[in-house]
């Protein structure tokens, strides 16, 4: 699935993922491959994702963390769609 991270100075991301986790307003939640369409609000935590083919641009890579394969970052909040096997967060 593609997973774009869009903030309001710019898209930090747009990439494949096999996982998404986000933090919803009623708790953690992630989303596979061909999940079923969704909308959300995101509260403060960290959007955590993996894929083997992940691309970051260079200039944004400091803002994401690697631990072993699985990226994260931070937000304070945001909305999350899915749909068509794409997940675009708007975050702050």
Known sequence: MILEIVTPEATLLNTNVELVSVPGINGE???????????SLLVEGSIKFKGENVNIENEYEDKFTNNKGE????????????????????AD
């Open 71 to 90: 990226y994260s970052i931070p937000i304070k909040s945001g909305t999350i769609e899915m749909r068509e096997n794409k997940v675009i967060i708007l």
């Open 29 to 39: 939640f992630q989303m596979l491959n061909n999940h079923a369409p969704i909308v």
